[in-house]
């Protein structure tokens, strides 16, 4: 008993030496990676402003300044103009404010729950070999979007709930549940990068990371359900550019939700708002109590996809962790605190999981948010606004840019062992590659170099030959699978 209210009182100060040390490990990360080169202090730039919440002292005061001389008055006529602007307020807020933006007309569905094909939508039937792999980690989610005719996120989302049982177990209409799906693809707007086919691999990830052994029997069908869902809807009607953007150009989203998580409170509200619609409402057969809870797991889920969130959602991990270590041998998920802990931090993977994916998928991945980030630099500098890290088209190094970006997420993450275990060959991939891009390898990129240029011998018959050019892996020490997981820092 004493020992689980020492770790009780111990709680603060362990979250505050998590976030110092973490802190402190990704600054000397990036400060000899800032080091390296140009475009690696960029990186460096972008990390921080994306993974760290600023202090309050970081933050600019608003200031509100009045014109000289027209001060307050007293007059009546003044105060009848201020009456009046305050009732076309009132209306304007009615109208306008109370509206969420992104959320278009709905089309009525004449389907029924016999007449569904198998994967909730119409497939090639070369993509059964493909949904055949959807307990694997990594399949080929931009070839299943292909054969399901640009419809992966209603196939892949459908076939999850259907495999799970969880349409039976909550009674779900499965005609609903497609047409629901549908119009979750349609708000989905057509960015590089964050659309739905990223929406249904977040969904798969999620379902992959769910059947982890270790995590067998923790989560009630309730819980599973909510987080399949978080990972399909985690990114609806996204506009393709960052919260700090939205923030600096005073975008109608910034102002509706008060510059704090504002693209993950937007995902959230269309989401949620698709739901009121009675031929959306999948969820029509749960209780009050369960829809209730559902809703509170699906909203603490998605905002934990909010990058600035990394390093303190890390921290209040480890401690939740330690703090379990010390007052039991035994490490219990008993309470709903310590099971949506662990379920943000799983979305959170889930999202950033590019990396750990195969090399060609990753590629795709790679080469989508970049463009996307030049988009918006290309935009930042049309309205004379300081262009963001690694948004700079002219001026970002393709290859460099991926190993901080792994060494603060992938990595700092640190995926269970007991998890998807055939992601660690493509991590050890990952490392003894990109690691090394710098040094001249690539992996099909654009500008390819070579390493080593060797000397030939002398053609004994005097001839003369071209000299060639070899490109070769450097080698480098395997990390064993513990390093790759639980060392501190990245095993370069």
Not at 369 to 383: C, P, S, V
Not at 414 to 439: D, E, K, M, Q, V
Request: hydrophobic letters at 35%; glycine letters at 4%.
């Amino acid at each position: 008993m004493m020992a689980v209210v020492a770790a009780s009182a111990a709680t603060p100060a362990l979250t505050l030496l998590a976030v110092v040390k973490f802190r402190k490990m990704l600054n000397k990360e990036l400060s000899h990676f800032a080091e390296s080169s140009k475009s690696g202090t960029q990186v460096s730039k972008f990390l921080i402003t994306t993974y760290m919440d600023k202090d309050e002292d970081d933050q600019a005061t608003l200031e509100i300044e009045v014109p000289a001389g027209e001060g307050p008055s007293t007059s009546s006529p003044q105060i009848t103009t201020v009456n009046d602007l305050l009732k076309k307020a009132r209306t304007v807020a009615m109208s306008n404010m109370s509206k969420i933006s992104g959320v278009r007309k709905l089309k009525a569905s004449s389907s029924n729950d016999a007449s569904l094909p198998e994967y909730g939508v119409a497939t090639a039937k070369e993509a059964a070999v493909h949904m055949q792999m959807l307990d694997d980690w990594g399949p080929n989610i931009f070839k299943i979007n292909e054969l399901s005719k640009n419809h992966g996120l209603t196939a892949v989302t459908y076939t999850l709930f259907k495999e799970r049982g969880l349409l039976k177990a909550f009674e779900i209409p499965a005609s609903t549940l497609v047409t629901y799906l549908l119009h979750l693809e349609h708000h989905y707007k057509d960015n590089p990068y964050h659309n739905h086919i990223h929406g249904a691999d977040v969904a798969q990830s999620m379902h992959v990371l769910l059947k982890s052994p270790v995590l067998n029997g923790v989560f009630s069908d309730l819980e599973i359900m909510a987080a399949l869902f978080a990972g399909a809807i985690h990114d609806v009607d996204h506009p393709g550019f960052t919260n700090q953007y939205l923030i600096n150009s005073n975008n109608e989203l910034a102002i509706m939700y008060n510059d704090e998580s504002v693209l993950e409170q937007h995902h959230l509200a269309v989401a949620f708002k698709l739901l009121q619609d009675s031929s959306c409402d999948f969820l029509c057969n749960l209780s009050r109590k369960q829809r209730l809870q559902f809703r509170k797991i699906v909203i603490d889920m998605v905002l934990a996809t909010d990058m600035s969130k990394h390093m303190s959602l890390l921290a209040d991990l480890k401690t939740m962790v330690e703090a379990k270590k010390v007052s039991s041998s035994v490490l219990l998920l008993d309470k709903y605190n310590d099971r949506i802990q662990v379920l943000q931090s799983m979305i959170h993977l889930a999202d950033l999981s590019n990396p750990t994916k195969p090399i060609d998928l990753y590629q795709q991945w790679n080469m989508r948010i970049l463009e996307e980030y030049w988009r918006q630099g290309d935009e930042e500098k049309k309205a004379g606004l300081e262009v963001s890290p690694m948004c700079d088209r002219g001026n970002v190094t393709i290859e460099k840019s991926q190993v901080p970006w792994a060494s603060s997420t992938t990595s700092s993450i640190r995926c269970s062992r007991h998890g998807p275990t055939s992601c660690i060959p493509t991590l050890r991939t990952f490392w003894t590659s990109w690691r090394r891009i710098g040094n001249g390898i690539n992996l099909g990129y654009p500008k390819r170099r070579p390493l080593i240029r060797p000397r030939q011998p002398p053609d004994p018959r005097g001839n003369t030959k071209p000299m060639r050019t070899t490109y070769m892996m450097m080698t480098a020490p395997r990390p064993s699978n513990d390093d790759l997981f639980d060392s501190p820092s990245p095993p370069y």
